[in-house]
């Protein structure tokens, strides 16, 4: 298990630190190259994964692989930018978060499958198979997206000094802020149920997997309906509806667990509507954040992501000690990462029900 948690962390440390990078490369050189090169280099560590010898050069391997899967990440949002407005943008996210969140909830289930069949070393075979189709697809079917202008204004100032002038500016601070610390929640949720659901409320693993199939699916569900609200409504409205509705059913599941009333049940439905939250919050401040500087758009894609890596491993590693307690040490993680949401929405970006 210990071995596990550090190739996990080498990896989350390779997407947050990579992203770092790719993002302002994107600006400055376009989108095209650097998403193919981070495809190949996931590629061929995935290959050296399958081959690796021991669990440092896993670690190791992990890490890379990172840096290459990253590419994708953070540039797939800086050209859904250079394409559309901010409200078309937050549509397209909601799509693209709808591929993300069922990745992992179906990762665990085909790797299991995998391993069954042949072995452990398959799972990378397949991943190395996955990065080389990516490659293929960017190559062939993905025009260069980055503008002129996006160009020539990368061209004048550093990594560092595009950065900053990002951060200083309070709607792109906010809104990253608000994505990153809702998606806390999201990661302190996945951190500590195995051990909530399993432990303290003795479920077994197949029991627990419906448990965390169901309220991915109101993850799912949530990112769906948004598409649909985006219409009718901006991004802004939704996503500052979202983070109180999210605050407000934390504190009730805290409440509650405080008072020892938090049942099986009432937890698993309370989860369900806080967390579908993220569905609401996580593409429209993305579209917001990009929106408020379009010019920098692979430098803010790659604070959005750094900043939910960063944020949301720290959130799961404060909490899932004490998940088999009880569910008030998840309740209380979950309730600060969406009270962290929404101040960072409201006071920090200026977003209220009736900005535009």
């Known amino acids: 298990s210990d071995l596990a948690q550090i190739t996990m962390s080498a990896f989350l440390a390779g997407m947050a630190l990579g992203q770092l990078v790719f993002g302002p490369l994107s600006d400055r050189i376009g989108r095209r190259i650097p998403l193919i090169a981070g495809a190949l280099i996931y590629t061929f560590a995935s290959l050296a994964l399958a081959l690796a010898p021991s669990i440092e050069m896993l670690a190791v391997g992990r890490f890379v692989q990172a840096l290459g899967a990253c590419a994708g990440v953070v540039i797939a ?177 805290l409440l509650l667990s405080i008072l020892g009333l938090a049942t099986m049940p009432v937890t698993i439905a309370l989860l369900f509507l806080g967390l579908g939250s993220f569905g609401f919050v996580g593409g429209n401040t993305s579209a917001l954040a990009l929106g408020a500087m379009p010019i920098r758009a692979g430098a803010i894609s790659a604070l959005i992501g750094a900043a939910s890596f960063a944020v949301g491993a720290v959130a799961s590693a404060i909490t899932a000690p004490f998940a088999s307690n009880g569910p008030t040490a998840m309740a209380a993680g979950i309730l600060a990462g969406f009270a962290g949401s929404a101040y960072s929405l409201i006071r920090i970006a200026g977003i209220h029900k009736w900005t535009s």
């Open 77 to 253: 949002r800086a050209v859904v930018r250079d394409k559309f407005d901010t409200t078309e943008s937050a549509r397209l996210f909601s799509l693209m978060f709808l591929v993300l969140s069922v990745a992992p909830m179906l990762a665990p289930s085909l790797g299991a499958l995998l391993l069954e069949i042949s072995g452990w070393q398959s799972i990378f075979l397949v991943l190395s198979a996955f990065g080389l189709i990516s490659a293929a697809a960017i190559w062939f079917g993905l025009p260069e997206s980055r503008s002129v202008e996006t160009a020539l204004h990368a061209a004048s100032e550093s990594p560092l000094q595009s950065y900053r002038a990002a951060l200083q500016n309070r709607r792109v601070l906010g809104t990253v802020l608000a994505g990153a610390l809702n998606g806390a929640a999201l990661f302190t949720y996945i951190g500590t149920s195995p051990a909530l659901f399993m432990e303290y409320f003795g479920q077994n693993p197949h029991a627990f997997g419906w448990i965390f199939a169901v309220n991915a699916g109101g993850l799912v569900i949530a990112s769906q309906i948004n598409r649909y609200l985006l219409l009718r409504y901006t991004p802004a409205r939704i996503a500052h509806f979202a983070v109180l509705a999210a605050t407000f059913f934390a504190a009730v599941l």
